[in-house]
Structure formats: structure tokens, C-alpha cells
């Protein structure tokens, strides 16, 4: 049992480790009787000096120098497509990941973009990459990139006018707003360290942030699984704005308790991933293009964890994203 949150344990735990051990002990019998080494008056010695010698190895294959000190190239892995065509991609961000690089080389979903275009494209060395909307280093999920400046400019009108609908689900400890659909809105100012603050509403530097969210499901120790759309696009602000209502998110240390809320068992990051984008395609008749990118392990880990079906929440979202 966690400090604050009542999860469920496995029995299959202890089976798996038994077998991992057993699966060890078989290794290190068969490379002992290689060796001619092997009988029984000397097991114990032979199977450590096997276990030392394994050891040994994986330090040899595996050196401290990263790839490139050694002279290799290094190709960046590209993150899963989810749609793409010749005016756009939607990839599916892996939790980590900078969105756009802060300083030249950096690894960065822009960059892995660019190299699979420059791979799979049409023979540009630098083709356009045109990042229309961002997402936090530790969020995962749904993110649309421009393929061309024409799409980039109809994507970001969009977003400004407010037509790119973009859902989130998030996992609070408690929720204390009742089970209706809420909108919650703040003027919020970002400092120099990055962090959000809220402000009066006629400051110059503040921006107005809002969203509607809806709670989904309960656990039996009170997480609550939440669908949140975002009405605005500011940085942080669910992570704020929940916060503010006394609902920090799970796993979240900068505007919660993320060190001991229980969590860190299954995720250590804000319990945030972006799962739906719905907006008018730039061309082909400007037709609805949609997409839904699947919940990360780590976020499935955390409600299986709180008694909480991940397939119940995918259910509730779906409905609450087509009113």
C-alpha cells in the first residue's frame, strides 16, 4: 500500500521474478558446463565466478561513451505516426521529449520529424517543419506538425479562431468540483523559471487561460480520471489550473505533491497525455481530420494501479468529446 493512494498488487509478481531467477541459474549452468567447469561439489563457486564473468562481459558491451564519441552516427528514432499525408503529420509524442530544441543539436520531436522527412520525403535536405501547437517535455500524446508554410499558416488561424479541438486525460488524487462539466478560468503570467502564476486580470502580461473538463471515473480511494478541453493554449496551464482548485495532478512536482503522492511506483511525471485532435484539414475539401493516440504504459500502469479500467475511461472520453 502507497503512502496516500490505495493500489492493487499482483501475485503474478512473484511468480515472474521466480522465473526470471530460475531462467538466470539455467544461464549460468549451461556457460559453466562450457567451460568443463561444472560439478556438483563446486556449484556455489562456479556459479558465482559464471555470475562475475557475465557481469564482466555486459560491462565490455555496454561502455559509458555515448554513440557519438565514438565516431557513429547516430539517426534519431522517429516517433509513431498516427496520420500523415502531404500537408501534415499527427505523431503520437513519447513522454521526455522536447517539442522544439532550446539549443542547436538538442534531441527534439522537431528534429526526429525533420530527419524522417529528409529520410522518407521528397530528397530535401531541410525539409519544412512546421510546429503549430506544443507540448510539455513530460506530456505525451496527439501533436500536429505542418508539412508545408501553406498548411502551417491555415493550422495556426485555426488555433487562434479556436477550431482545433484538443483533448486531454489527466488523473488527480481528489477532485472537490462535483461531477458536472466545469470551466475553469485564470489570467496566467509565466516567470522567468518557467513557472506559471495567476494574475490580475488587467496586467499587461497576463493572458486569459480556460478549459472545460469533465470528471470520467472514480477509484475506490477517490483518483479521478479527467477529460479536459483546452479553450486556450498556455503553458502549463492544466497542470496550474488544477492545482489552483486543489486538484493537482498525480505525479506532478512542480504545482503538487508529485514526490509523495503515491504515484512514482507507475509514473514519474504529471499523470498527462494528449489524447484527441479534431480540426479542418488545410486541404482535401477541409474535411474533419481526427486523431486519438492510445494511453502511454505508464498512465495505463497508474489506473490499472488506482482500480481503474483504462478501457472504461476511453469510453467515457469518447462519449464527452462528440457532444
Not at 554513440?67 to 528514432?77: D, E, W, Y
Not at 509523495?260 to 482535401?284: C, E, N, V, Y
Not at 474535411?287 to 483504462?310: H, K, M
Request: charged share 20%.
Amino acid at each position: 500500500m502507497c503512502r496516500s493512494l490505495v493500489f492493487t498488487t499482483h501475485a503474478s509478481h512473484a511468480q515472474s521474478t521466480h522465473c526470471i531467477a530460475r531462467s538466470n541459474q539455467h544461464s549460468v549452468h549451461r556457460q559453466s558446463r562450457r567451460r568443463g567447469a561444472w560439478n556438483s561439489g563446486h556449484g556455489a563457486v562456479v556459479a558465482l565466478a559464471a555470475l562475475a564473468k557475465m557481469g564482466a562481459d555486459l560491462r565490455r558491451r555496454a561502455p559509458h561513451q555515448p554513440l557519438a564519441r565514438l565516431g557513429k552516427k547516430v539517426v534519431p528514432r522517429m516517433v509513431p505516426i498516427l496520420v500523415e499525408d502531404s500537408h501534415l503529420l499527427i505523431v503520437d509524442k513519447p513522454a521526455g521529449l522536447l517539442a522544439q530544441a532550446s539549443r542547436p543539436g538538442e534531441d527534439s520531436l522537431c528534429a526526429r520529424v525533420r530527419s524522417y522527412l529528409s529520410r522518407h520525403g521528397n530528397g530535401e535536405a531541410a525539409p519544412f517543419v512546421g510546429l503549430v501547437h506544443r507540448l510539455d517535455r513530460d506530456v505525451t500524446g496527439a501533436c500536429v506538425l505542418a508539412k508545408t508554410p501553406g498548411a502551417a499558416r491555415w493550422l495556426s488561424a485555426r488555433i487562434a479562431r479556436r477550431e482545433v479541438h484538443k483533448y486531454y486525460v489527466c488523473v488527480v488524487r481528489q477532485w472537490h468540483l462535483g461531477r458536472d462539466m466545469q470551466i475553469l478560468r485564470n489570467t496566467l503570467d509565466v516567470d522567468e523559471t518557467g513557472m506559471a502564476h495567476e494574475v490580475v486580470a488587467d496586467r499587461a502580461a497576463g493572458r486569459e487561460a480556460s478549459l472545460r473538463c469533465w470528471p470520467l471515473c472514480v477509484g475506490p480511494s477517490g483518483v479521478t480520471v479527467l477529460l479536459v478541453q483546452l479553450l486556450t493554449g498556455r503553458r502549463h496551464q492544466i497542470r496550474f489550473q488544477f492545482a489552483s482548485v486543489g486538484s493537482p495532478l498525480l505525479g506532478d512536482k512542480r504545482y503538487g505533491p508529485g514526490k509523495t503522492d503515491g504515484s512514482k511506483r507507475w509514473i514519474q511525471r504529471p499523470a498527462l497525455h494528449a489524447w484527441k485532435l479534431s480540426f479542418a484539414h488545410p486541404a482535401q475539401g477541409h474535411q474533419q481530420c481526427e486523431a486519438i493516440a492510445a494511453f502511454p504504459d505508464d498512465l495505463s500502469a497508474l489506473l490499472t494501479a488506482v482500480q481503474i479500467r483504462p478501457k472504461v475511461v476511453l469510453e467515457e472520453a469518447a462519449i464527452h468529446s462528440y457532444k
